[in-house]
T-cell receptor, first 110, second 115 residues
């Protein structure tokens, strides 16, 4: 299936620091979604980006979709301990299916 | 919000037996359901996509005779792991979406351990 790579794989930050995870695809994507999975939990939908160069904000979270629609990023400003979890991007190369990225595990040190 | 349940939440079975996992959309009609498998500290691997009333579409490398998927109604999909082996031990998660939404709603997952 589709290969969607994310970097970094792990990130430890001090509470209050910023955090960014990047998602890269070798092919052009029609849209991209972001999910958050807390430890021991299931993925929860955060957002979908569709347009080239699109930027969306949710409080301290900023999502971007690249101009070429091959990459995306999630930036968290001033992390809090509640931000702990693994962040996945997910992309549908065709039809209904969504292929999840490799994920970035975020640890926030109080 | 839309709620998806899975049953059982965990199951232990002996090698060679079959296990059925249910995925239900509780407050909406799910036109499409997805089944994923997740190993510890790894990403979700899509196994198959099922649409109500039609055969599931399996991803490359997923044995359809081993992982039987039935999407008999708009609120229920089942995954049956047949003749389970220890290597089938994993966390299985389903998700569902309704026709007018692009968002996937995930179930809480089922932890399968095959001894």
């Amino acid at each position: 299936g589709q290969q969607v790579m994310q970097i970094p794989q792990y990130q430890h930050v001090q509470e209050g620091e910023d955090f960014t995870t990047y998602c890269n695809s070798s092919t052009t994507l029609s849209n991209i979604q972001w999910y958050k999975q807390r430890p021991g939990g299931h993925p929860v939908f955060l957002i979908q980006l569709v347009k080239s160069g699109e930027v969306k904000k949710q409080k301290r979270l900023t999502f971007q979709f690249g101009e070429a629609k091959k990459n995306s990023s999630l930036h968290i400003t001033a992390t809090q301990t509640t931000d702990v979890g693994t962040y996945f991007c997910a992309a549908p190369p065709t039809g209904n299916q969504f292929y999840f990225g490799t994920g970035t595990s975020l640890t926030v040190i109080p | 919000g839309a709620v998806v349940s899975q049953h059982p939440s965990w199951v232990i079975c002996k090698s060679g037996t079959s296990v059925k996992i249910e995925c239900r959309s509780l407050d909406f009609q799910a036109t499409t359901m997805f089944w994923y498998r997740q190993f510890p500290k790894q990403s979700l691997m899509l196994m198959a996509t099922s649409n109500e009333g039609s055969k599931a579409t399996y991803e490359q490398g997923v044995e359809k005779d081993k992982f039987l998927i039935n999407h008999a109604s708009l609120t229920l999909s089942t995954l049956t792991v047949t003749s389970a082996h220890p290597e089938d031990s994993s966390f299985y998660i389903c998700s569902a979406r309704f026709a007018s939404s692009y968002e996937q709603y995930f179930g809480p997952g089922t932890r399968l351990t095959v001894t």
